[in-house]
């Protein structure tokens, strides 16, 4: 059995494939399942004892020396093939440029940044909505000219005279997030809730079907409004810079009562007057107000024991004042020459 093993070493040791195939054939012969050496492996049961153990370390040896010679080969063989196809693999390698994030993507992790340090988890409702959950039980009057026809996407209408709570549409805003929410958690109740929302808009530079808003939504006991105001100012200071100041002006939402519209004082001049701010000083951002208690009470939360505030914001109208942009369109139309000049912010 040594003379076997120490003939089959001396033909591997001579042999030199010339092609990949003969290569492949040698380490089919040798080192495949059916293979010389698997097949020493099973005549070895039959080596009488006071054999056994120089005989197993010969076979032993001989797999290794196998398995070592066919990885050389493999090398050699390699390097010739790069060397004659007159590849050059010191070359360096193309570069290749890493994407940039959306301005919108942008500004929306930001905004969820600074609430979730205030303790804002984030919630997320359906685009395809009913009536129900973004007019009716938002307190909207049934003949709210925002349930009209003209602003709504509808799907699917019961009736062509008067609106329904089974009525299918395209979310107009993210409002009907806090809807879903209350419906299904109990006070106290922290969330935003950013996603996509749907207007029947005529497109233009400042005018989109399709926008983006971030909804937010406490509710405990004892809440009050000059919780939301310092809140929103908390906010504002992040997102525009420490100096930046707010002011509320009072509003009209069917949804909060009181209500109230934000400002911030303008991020290009700080106040002073400018084309942006159209020499105000400020710029509107948001809008705000404690749940009117019919809110509360159409989603199942006890009026008498909890109170609330709510706010919602445009993604868009954000980003145009942080990078200064002037259109609408240029979020949806992906030009890389516009989302390039993104890469370096996240
Ligand atoms: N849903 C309003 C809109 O789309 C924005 C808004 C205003 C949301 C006041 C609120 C709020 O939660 O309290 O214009």
Redesign the pocket.
Known sequence: MLNKISDIEKEIALFLPKSSEALENFRIKYLGKKGIITSLFSDFRNVPAVDKKSVGQAINNLKIFASEKYKQLKLDLYSDEVESSGLDLSRPGTPFSPGARHPLSIVRNEIIGIFSRLGFIISEGPEIEDDGHVFSKLNFPPDHPARDMQDTFFIHRNSDDESSPEDILLR????SV?VRIMEGEKPPIRTISPGR?FRNEAISARAHCIFH?V???YIDENVSFADLKQTLLFFATEMFGKKTRIRLRPSY?P??EP?AEMDVSCTICSGKGCNVCKYTGWLEI????M?DPNVLDSCGINNKKYTG??????IERLAMLKYRINDLRLYFENDIKFLEQFRSAF
């Open positions: 107009t805003h993210t409002s806090q929302v808003q909804e937010g939504l939402f949804f909060t209500s948001l809008g705000c107000g749940v505030y709510a706010f919602g914001m445009g």
